[in-house]
């Protein structure tokens, strides 16, 4: 919740469990979410505005895909794209 305002500045409700998984001994958890509040792409996370930041990471520039074209990008899970694919099976 607190990375979905930081980053995309938008206020979230969670939603179900979609992945878990354990990267160097690190868990990540991938929940479903819905917008409450905000406005997308309005989020201030201040290393998105330092340039050297960027230039380690790359660009930052929310986008909107739709559930049919993830599997043709490089996301990440890949476990991740199967539940999304599975959720949007279910809707």
Known sequence: MREAREELGVAVELAELLHE???RETRFLY????IA?????TGEWPN??????????????????????LADHDVR???????????????
Not at 31 to 34: H, L, Q
């Open 77 to 91: 899970p890949r476990e991740l794209v199967e539940a999304l694919a599975a959720r949007r099976d279910r809707l």
């Open 31 to 34: 929940f479903g979410a819905r």
């Open 48 to 69: 998105h505005a330092d340039p050297e930041s960027l230039a380690r990471s790359g660009t930052y520039e929310p986008a909107w895909l739709p559930l049919t074209e």
């Open 21 to 23: 998984e354990v990267f």
């Open 37 to 41: 509040g905000g406005e997308f792409g």
